[in-house]
Nanobody, 119 residues
Framework: QVQVVESGGGLVQAGGSLRLSCAAS????????MGWYRQAPGKQRELVAR???????NYADSVTGRFTISRDNAKNTVYLQMNSLKLEDTAVYYC?????????????WGQGTQVTVSS
């Protein structure tokens, strides 16, 4: 089983920036993709950004041009740089890791980190 730990959330004013980090750890696994999802109160969890092993990325339309996902493969760590934050970015942000263990593919989630954008 892969453990996923997020950090970097907090309170920021609109227009400000935050950087989230997520580290995956475990034994004998191979990461396929790492990504960030978010869930605001009363809403479904949605994909924010994802990066695959080869480096390809995809973003939600609402964050394109403001957020950047990056990855340190040697550290099994993914980052989400969030700039020009808006009130509607307020949510709990969850890190997701898709990994291979033997012949099978699994998902692991972090515990979530709160991001609050104030006016």
């Amino acid at each position: 089983q892969v453990q996923v730990v997020e950090s970097g959330g907090g309170l920021v004013q609109a227009g400000g920036s935050l950087r989230l980090s997520c580290a995956a750890s475990g034994r004998r696994f191979s990461i396929n993709a790492m990504g960030w999802y978010r869930q605001a109160p009363g809403k479904q969890r949605e994909l924010v950004a994802r990066i695959r092993t080869g480096g390809s990325t995809n973003y939600a339309d609402s964050v394109t041009g403001r957020f950047t996902i990056s990855r340190d493969n040697a550290k099994n760590t993914v980052y989400l740089q969030m700039n020009s934050l808006k009130l509607e970015d307020t949510a709990v942000y969850y890190c997701n890791v898709v990994y291979l263990y033997g012949p099978d593919t699994y998902n692991s989630w972090g515990q979530g980190t709160q991001v609050t954008v104030s006016s």
